[in-house]
């Protein structure tokens, strides 16, 4: 919907501008030189970088109003939903978990606020503070032998078949690498989980902060909860955020430290 002289012009300006020809120019065809493939690459740059800090002057504004709460795990996440605290938009607690490789950029660019993960990060301008250790237990049915011991390792539990959610974040990678010969029957529904385990007798797990979710045990299961004693059992969690916005998530911090430590 252009006219060709607009066009014509257009391109004039743009050589004026440059002060160097950036089209080649024959008999119906019209291509860029050298130059010109230069400055257009670099208009493109220009044009994306333009709309990224666009996009993150709008997310920086926007978490001056929400913080956002984003997790490496499903239990931080679970204990952060309980919080009564207005002004709060917690992540989900049952997938799409942040990699550690990302928290950094994440809170940089202001797509979160307030990243709960189990590996502590500290750079020049993002810190850390523990809010808490999570515990892995298994629950087992009551008539078998290890229902009846106060604890287990994970090498009790061996060649086992167990019914897990698919996405439990770095908690999937631990029982794999623990449990020798165990088979996992992954569900991506808690829905199915809970089905599943109403009806069969496969063990399943749980964690020390699984109280607090939505999603507790079912009122007729009978299994036993049973305490994993191994150290790789249990996971430190830190609550990671910049240190410009220290003032603004210290609240949050201690509000969910104290609901954790309940």
Do not use: C
Request: no cysteine; proline share 4%; hydrophobic share 40%.
């Amino acid at each position: 919907m252009i006219t060709q002289p607009t066009i014509t012009r257009g391109l004039q300006k743009l050589e004026s501008e440059f002060g160097v020809p950036l089209f080649n120019r024959q008999p119906n065809r019209l291509t860029l030189t050298k130059a010109g493939q230069m400055a257009a690459e670099g208009a493109k740059k220009l044009l994306d970088d333009n709309q990224k800090l666009v996009d993150r002057v709008k997310n920086y504004a926007e978490s001056q109003r929400v913080i956002w709460i984003g997790g490496t795990a499903p239990g931080p996440l679970i204990v952060a939903n309980q919080l009564d605290i207005p002004h709060l938009d917690v992540a989900s607690e049952t997938g799409n978990f942040i990699l550690v490789n990302d928290v950094t950029s994440l809170l940089e660019n202001h797509e979160d606020t307030l990243i709960l993960s189990h590996e502590e990060v500290q750079t020049n301008d993002v810190e850390s503070i523990y809010i808490g250790k999570e515990r892995l237990d298994v629950n087992i049915d009551q008539f078998t032998l290890l229902a009846n011991h106060q604890s287990v390792k994970f090498s009790d539990l061996k060649d086992m078949s167990f019914i897990v959610l698919s996405d439990i974040g770095p908690w999937r990678q631990i029982i794999q690498d623990q449990i020798p010969g165990a088979k996992f029957l992954y569900q991506g529904e808690m829905a199915a989980l809970q089905e599943i385990t109403r009806y069969s007798n496969f063990p399943y797990f749980s964690t020390s902060v699984t109280e607090l979710s939505n999603h507790k045990r079912i009122d007729d299961d009978d299994r036993t909860r049973v305490v994993i004693s191994d150290e790789a059992a249990q996971m430190e969690f830190y609550a990671v955020y910049l240190k410009k916005d220290r003032r603004l998530v210290t609240p949050v911090v201690k509000a969910l430290t104290k609901l954790w430590s309940k």
